[in-house]
């Protein structure tokens, strides 16, 4: 796994709407389920990191994470969520955007709805 895994179940989950008689959902709905699986931690969403991604077999890397894996994983889950209707997929999308509020690997926010704490640091 590398950089931007949740855009291949999503993908998936949008050609499932439109050829339903290919075995898009299946494929869409393992990979995706995989995918939170791996990129939760106790609750928390933990993206694979880029310093050494995700090789088969091998350790998850840590750290190194990136917004889009919390962005991709959100957008995978609203259109999951907007074809099965399925709060698991709330559950999903909330925790991709707390990881940007500072439920992360280091407990930092990345994001503030406070501008003056962005501008006093």
């Not at 190194?64 to 959100?74: F, G, K, L």
């Not at 889950?77 to 074809?83: D, E, L, P, V």
């Amino acid at each position: 796994m590398t950089y931007a895994n949740a855009v291949l179940p999503q993908a998936l989950f949008v050609a499932a709407r439109c050829w339903r008689d290919q075995p898009f959902l299946e494929v869409a709905e393992e990979a995706f389920v995989f995918l939170d699986q791996v990129t939760t931690v106790d609750d928390v969403f933990w993206p694979v990191g880029n310093c050494d991604w995700y090789p088969h077999g091998e350790a998850k890397a840590l750290y190194d994470q990136q917004p889009v894996e919390a962005s991709t994983m959100a957008d995978a889950a609203i259109t999951a969520y907007g074809m099965f209707n399925d709060e698991k997929y709330l559950e999903i999308i909330c925790r991709a955007h707390r990881w940007f509020r500072g439920e992360n690997s280091l407990g930092l926010p990345l994001a503030t709805s406070n501008p003056a704490a962005v501008a006093t640091g």
